[in-house]
Every structure is written in C-alpha cells, then in structure tokens.
C-alpha cells in the first residue's frame, strides 16, 4: 500500500545525499499535467489549454533544490492515434517513457477515474525501471470528501511507490512532491543541468507555443488539432527599440484559416495581442509580432509536412 504524502518524509530516504533524475508526468488529456510543470518550475515553460493534445513535444522543466534536481518532462497525453501525428506523438512519449526515472501519472480529483486512466495504467507496465508515483491534481476543484474519495480509488489502480494530492493554482503541496519525487531519484554527483536555468527549450520553439497558445483559445471542434505555428524571423532592429518577429499559423483548409482571421481580421488581431503580451513577458523586451495564417493541406497526415514542421 503506497503512502498518501501530505508532510515531509523524515525517513531514510530523506538521507542527506544530492539526487537527480528525469520524472514525467502522463494522463488523460486535461488532468493539468503543464499546469503542474510550470508551478514546480515556477516559470511559464510549457503552454495550457483547455483543448485536447495541447502538449506536442517532450518540454523539460528543470526544478533545483539544495538536496536535489528534478527534470519535469512533460509529454503529450496518451490517447488512440488518427493521424500520423498522433502516431508521432505516442512514439515521442513512448521512448520518453522508456528513459525516466520516475514516471507519475496525474488524475484530477473532480472527475472519475475511467478507461482513459485505467489504460494509461496498463502501459505503465511496458516501463518497468521507472519507479510509478500517482498524483491527484485539482484538488482546489472538489471538495475534501471528493478529494479523499479521489485518493482511495487511484491508489487501488496500481502498486504506487506515493500518492501526491496536490493544487497547482493555489500551490498546495508542491513543495511535498518535489521533495518525495527528487527522495526516489537516483544519486547524483552533480546538477544535470545549470542550477540557474528552468527549461533547455529553445526560445524559438516557446515563441511558437505562445502563438499557438494564444491560437488555441476560442478554436472549437476539430480546429485545435489542426493549428500549427512556425516562426520565420527573429530580428533585433538597429537602434535596440523592438525585437521583429515573424510568424506562421499554419492550418490544414482555407475554411479554419478564415475562423483564424475572422472578420475584418479582428481574430487574428486578439490573437496577436494576446500571444505579444506573452512573448514580451518570457523576453523582457517590446516585441512586434507579424502573423501570417497559411494552408497545408492534411498537414497531421503527410510525413513532409510533419518533418518541417519538427514532428
């Protein structure tokens, strides 16, 4: 029976030894897997939505302590492909998964554990060196009898070696999982990485992810899955004022790049606002940021598409 961490092990494997690894966290799409990164990192390193298959890449959040470094590799969510992108984006979690240290499947405490949850639970099997830690995210949204009710049933899915509840917006317990997370890693003689830095994403590709961020907001149906966002240009002009940046929001019909303008371009503007306003935050200059929204037509489904477009 795993325990349900809610103070600070004072245990051996609170030992005074250095330690460092690689945790990642999967589940259903939605449990709040980048929102979790990002309280851990206390940096934005990995975009949120509301949308399905939000996450598309394999994001490190680099969280150092005194006693210890945790990388956060936050991957897509795990789900039945229809595309070939979908496809890509199993492998991509599947040969992350199989380099980890720890693996923590994240479950909200306001919605029933189901097939989805049951499923990933399954495939946790195929990766028998990483320790499984289950975390109960959310729990700002259900009440304490929920939470309880929550905590008893993912415990019964899998011999865990902890079970975390925690609330990423209001930062309860976080301190509690990093320290019973960076407790299983293996020992270290050293940082991994620079104590100093909180991701290894290159700016281009976060610049990306705030323009598709900001995309992603108001899209509906099948739209979300088929936004894309390349950058073009990065620039800084001669006199230091701005920094010019020009990018592409690439869909799949001439049908969604008109949702994406909208009328008179008043969405592609919101847009724009909105993705500036981030972009101006993670690089603490004046941005002027050009969109440009271009068709690749079944761009999930064609290897070339895919292969530019980093996939």
């Known amino acids: 029976m795993p325990h349900l961490s809610n103070a600070p092990d004072t245990g051996p494997r609170a030992a005074d030894i250095y330690r460092a690894g690689f945790v990642s966290f999967v589940g259903r799409p939605n449990v709040g897997k980048s929102t979790l990164t990002n309280a851990l990192v206390g940096e934005k390193v990995a975009i949120t939505s509301s949308k399905p298959q939000t996450t598309r ?39 992350t998964l199989s ?16 097939p989805g949850d049951r499923f990933i639970v399954e495939q946790l099997t195929r990766y028998p060196r990483a320790i499984p830690v289950a975390i109960v ?23 865990w070696a902890a079970v975390i509840p925690v609330s990423a917006p209001r930062g309860h317990q976080l301190e509690i999982l990093v320290h019973e997370l960076i407790a299983l890693l293996p020992p270290a003689a050293q940082p991994l990485y620079d104590i100093t830095e909180h991701t290894d994403e290159d700016v281009t590709d976060r610049i990306a992810e705030l323009v598709r961020e900001a995309t992603l907001e108001g899209a509906h149906d099948e739209l979300p ?15 230091g004022s ?33 993705a500036r306003a981030e972009i101006e935050s993670l690089m603490g200059r004046r941005v002027f940021l050009s969109l440009r ?19």
């Not at 693996?103 to 919605?111: D, F, G, K, R, T």
């Not at 700002?140 to 899915?157: E, G, Y």
């Not at 969604?256 to 606002?273: C, S, Y």
């Open 57 to 95: 890449r394999a994001i490190r959040g680099i969280v150092s302590r005194d006693h210890g470094q945790l990388i956060i590799v936050d991957t897509p969510g795990m789900h039945r492909p229809r595309t070939l992108l979908g496809e890509r984006l199993n492998a991509l979690v599947q040969s």
């Open 99 to 114: 380099d980890v240290d720890i693996i923590a499947l994240c479950v909200p405490a306001n919605e029933t554990v189901g």
């Open 137 to 159: 995210t959310k729990t700002d949204a259900a009440p304490k009898a929920r939470v309880a009710h929550q905590l008893l049933a993912v415990s019964r899915l899998h011999e």
């Open 225 to 239: 899955h088929s936004i894309a966002v390349t950058v073009e240009e990065i620039t800084e002009r001669e006199d």
């Open 242 to 274: 701005l920094i010019d940046i020009y990018a592409n929001i690439v869909v799949e019909r001439d049908s969604q790049k008109g949702i994406i303008i909208g009328k008179g371009g008043a969405r592609l503007r919101e847009i724009g606002a909105d």
């Open 293 to 311: 929204v271009r068709v690749a037509k079944d761009w999930q489904r064609d290897p070339k598409h895919l292969g530019r477009m980093g996939f």
